[in-house]
């Protein structure tokens, strides 16, 4: 598998990132290298190995009782924010 | 709808777990609170954070798990689902993907004429829901976002295609609905967005087995609007079929107002959600203990209650599965037949009643059974009243009525208004007699074979009497002194 300049255009796309020309082509070279070293991988026999989701095998993922343990904090949230109007944050226009 | 055509339909239902908090977070879910209010640390995607998962959500997931009949997966993993959009802080949703906590169930629907459908449930798995964009609020350039809902539990429940009509879908909602609330596991509110469908629609000539490129219909936010939408989406794919044009596989948006779906993105620039699982997540290992557990205390459901009430009643299939389509409706139902002590009224007049004449009106009002004018004690009454004789059937409806408007109980009707039936044999013989003295003519009718003349006796015997006369009394006397 190599990564094509298509690639790099839907790729760039998805993660909503610009390139140039020269740029495009940059990403285009190291992702190729990333996925050449990666392929190594393809070599390993996985057949019959179940897929792993996670390192630690021990136990179940933790978890919570349903209790409201969260205060509204709102305020301090919103200072953070460029932009906000009665309790929204506002963010330039998106509708898909 | 065409008739070469048959449609395809499957649905995604996004149910909300009615938790009190979120599937990772200890925020508040209470709807309709202030916007961002209910956001914490977690929800905002704060660095450093962790998710923690509901138990609560959890045990939603195997209960409905038990209830669609499906296998409920001792493993399960949570998984990222990646795309940008403001009113998802971190980037990606959390919910399952490869692994999800249920799969392969059924679902079974019930027809008017008593027959039954088993539609498959291809799987149900739990995720976390959005935050919402408001958009035609303040300056048209901006967009305003609330992130109380962001992190809400949900269940989304996807079914296979089995679905060949608009009105096996709007069953299919309904039946879903009825589950989710026998099980106290959702709310089931389709306009406050607790339960929400996407709806898959393809069509094809009828005799073809394989399927026709399918459109995803969204922001179908009630049980009317997936029946009317999935009717005006066929009809549309026929009609680029007939036209010699090809279906392109889209995402269509539901408009209500217009009654029409229009193209909201196209497969093309459909996104790649990259998937893959979630690290800060272990795997979710459900115990044998704790499903065991759950399925002890594991509810009567709809299929198991109408089951109960055709044994138990001897109702009809399908008056059985309208009884049972709400906890509400059913126990109205089974306390109109303990209504009276010491006494059972009859179970399927009680049914009759209430599915007939109770729904009709409560239907015509807007309201449904817990607003009931009538309640089930004084419509148990009624139905006593006419299972001794005390009222007729017509005179029973004419009690009804008042019982609507003044909630008054029938006993108290019958007695003020005279309405007590006439069942005393020589009185009523008196009025027969004295009606077929006066309608010498139309007695003539009658033994010449024009057996239709019958009614207008009745009938004038009903007049005499103001109703009160007992039918089959009447009808008796009539075919012995016109022998």
């Known amino acids: 598998m190599s990564i094509d300049i298509q690639t790099v255009n839907k790729l760039a796309n998805l993660s909503k990132l610009e ?30 190995i179940e ?44 509708v898909e | 709808m065409h008739p070469d055509y048959e449609m395809v339909i499957g649905l995604e239902i996004h149910a909300q777990v009615n938790s009190k908090t979120k599937l990772f977070s200890g925020s508040s879910t209470t709807f309709g609170a202030e916007p961002n209010t209910q956001a ?25 798990g038990f209830a669609l009949k499906a296998r409920v997966n001792r493993k399960s993993v949570f998984s990222r689902k990646n795309y940008f959009y403001p009113d998802l802080p971190k980037g990606y949703q959390i ?6 906590i249920v799969e392969h169930g059924t679902l079974t629907i019930d027809f008017e004429d008593g027959s039954t459908k088993d539609i498959g449930i291809t799987r149900m798995h739990l995720e976390e829901d959005a935050g919402k964009s408001v958009h035609d609020f303040g300056d048209e350039n901006h967009s305003h976002v609330d992130l109380n809902r962001a992190g809400t539990p949900l269940m989304e429940i996807v079914s296979e295609p089995d679905l060949r009509t608009s009105e096996e879908a709007g069953i299919y909602v309904r039946k879903m609905r009825a589950i989710l609330r026998f099980l106290d596991i959702c709310d089931g509110n389709m306009d406050e967005g607790s339960m929400r469908c996407d709806v898959n629609v393809s069509v094809r000539k009828k005799g073809v087995t394989e399927l026709g490129t399918r459109c995803e219909i969204k922001n179908v936010n009630s049980i009317r609007s997936v029946v009317k939408s999935i009717d005006y989406e066929a009809s549309r794919q026929i009609d680029v079929i007939e036209s010699g044009g090809e279906i392109a596989q889209q995402t269509r948006l539901w408009d209500e107002a217009k009654g029409t779906t229009r193209a909201m993105r196209s497969k093309e620039d459909a996104h790649d959600y990259r998937y893959f699982s979630d690290p800060d997540i272990l795997p979710l290992c459900l115990t044998e203990e704790r499903i065991e557990k759950i ?62 004449e109770l729904f009709g009106a409560l ?75 006066n309608n010498a003519e139309t007695v003539e009718q009658y033994k010449s074979g024009n057996q239709r003349v019958m009614g207008f006796f009745v009938g004038q015997v009903m007049k005499q009497t103001q109703g009160k006369a007992n039918p089959g009394i009447v009808n008796d006397l009539l075919r012995q002194n016109l022998q």
């Open chain 1, 19 to 48: 390139f140039d020309d020269t740029g495009k082509e940059e990403v285009r070279q190291k992702l190729n290298k990333i996925v050449e070293f990666i392929s190594q991988l393809q070599e390993v026999d996985t057949e019959n």
């Open chain 1, 51 to 94: 897929p792993m989701a996670s390192t630690v095998h021990a136990t179940s993922t933790r978890e919570r009782e349903d209790k409201v343990t969260e205060e509204n904090h709102r305020d301090e949230f919103m200072a953070n924010a460029p932009q906000t109007e009665m309790g929204f944050f506002v963010v330039p226009r998106v």
């Open chain 2, 40 to 64: 914490n640390i977690i929800d905002l995607a704060m660095p450093g954070v962790l998710p923690v998962l509901n138990t609560e959500a959890v045990d939603a997931g195997i209960k409905l």
């Open chain 2, 95 to 100: 919910t399952q993907f490869e692994l999800p």
């Open chain 2, 295 to 356: 399925k002890q205390a594991m509810p009567e459901l709809p299929d198991e209650m109408k089951a109960r009430f055709i044994t138990e009643y001897e109702l009809t299939n399908y008056d059985a599965s309208v009884l049972t389509l709400s906890r509400a409706s059913a126990s109205y139902y089974e306390r109109t037949i303990e209504a009276e002590e010491g006494k059972k009224h009859d179970p399927k007049l009680c049914a009759n009643w209430v599915t007939g």
């Open chain 2, 363 to 437: 239907n015509k009002m807007g309201k449904d059974i817990t607003q009931s004018p009538v309640s089930p004690e004084n419509l148990g009454e009624l139905v006593g009243l006419i299972q001794d004789k005390t009222i007729s059937g017509k005179i029973a409806k004419q009690v009804f009525e008042e019982m609507l408007e003044t909630g008054g109980a029938p006993k108290k009707i019958v007695e003020e208004k005279g309405l007590v039936q006439i069942t005393d044999v020589s009185a009523l013989d008196g009025i027969v007699k004295d009606i077929i003295a």
